[in-house]
């Protein structure tokens, strides 16, 4: 009897075999739409994800500008040398000359030329440079040559928005005379007068970029309006000069002279 009923439990041939092959289709079928499943989450993974451009950011136009390179330099610091001043001018050219200002600095000590003579240093320097940054203390008034320095400033571009005065541990009486009607910072009373200076610079780099866009503009106008005009001009000389322009038909000329002569012989009957 325990025979008989396991002979009867095991499933013919033929249907095993078909089992197998819907088995093996099913697993197919999952195959695939897992694969599909995946491909589409990539699909809309590329999608959700933005795509950031390779492109590196555009350097800023004052600093880019042919203007601002037809000078050596941007800044002029011009201090004593004594040692406080010295240090201090040095603190004042790192912050200008680090990112994101990125100007460029004279300073006396590093840049002026060995062996040179100490009025043609200065008086390059002040000439090489779109601003001057005077960095006065009691020291500086007693130097002969930062007083040179400021004859130099004046007379290179007098009364100009190109120079900024920094006054340390001085009162109001003893700001130079040469320089009172130039607007000072107070580096006592103003602790962000390195970064005032530096947006001072920049703003003027920025000023000259954008006149002498100005200018090509107006240039380009210029010339275009030119060019019009000559060949406008050479077009009516043209129309003067060639016979073809002017040419009259034979026709017209005849009838006008069967006119004229009808208003002759009128005029000759009367």
């Known amino acids: ?36 499943i995946s491909s589409s989450s990539s699909s809309l993974h590329l999608l959700k994800t933005p795509t950031t451009s390779s492109k590196p950011p555009e350097p800023q136009s004052a600093l880019t500008s042919p203007v601002r390179w037809t000078r050596k330099y941007d800044v002029c610091v011009c201090h004593s ?32 030329s060995p062996g040179g003579a100490i009025p043609s240093e200065l008086c390059q320097a002040v000439q090489n440079s779109h601003f001057r940054v005077l960095l006065i203390t009691p020291d500086f008034l007693q130097d002969g040559w930062c007083r040179y320095m400021i004859h130099q400033a004046l007379a290179e571009r007098p009364m100009s928005h190109q120079m900024i005065p920094l006054v340390q541990n001085l009162s109001h009486t003893q700001y130079p ?61 043209k129309l003067t000069c060639d016979p073809s322009g002017t040419s009259v038909s034979l026709g017209m000329i005849e009838t006008t002279n069967e006119g004229l002569t009808d208003v002759c012989w009128d005029q000759h009957e009367q």
């Open 177 to 237: 005379m040469e320089l009172k009607f130039f607007h000072y910072i107070d580096l006592n009373k103003n602790p962000e007068a390195y970064t005032l200076v530096g947006k001072t610079v920049l703003n003027y780099l920025e000023n000259i970029a954008k006149n002498e866009k100005t200018l090509d503009c107006n240039i380009d106008s210029s010339s275009n309006r030119f060019s019009e005009a000559d060949s406008s001009q050479e077009n009516k000389q």
């Open 1 to 36: 009897m325990k025979a008989v009923s396991s002979q009867q439990s095991v499933p013919p041939q033929h249907e095993v075999c078909e089992m197998t092959k819907n088995t093996t289709t099913s697993i197919s079928s999952v195959s695939a739409a897992s694969s599909f």
């Open 81 to 112: 040398s004594v040692d406080s001043d010295i240090e201090k001018a040095a603190h004042l050219v790192s912050f200008l000359e680090a990112s994101p200002n990125s100007l460029r600095c004279f300073l006396w000590q590093r840049d002026a």
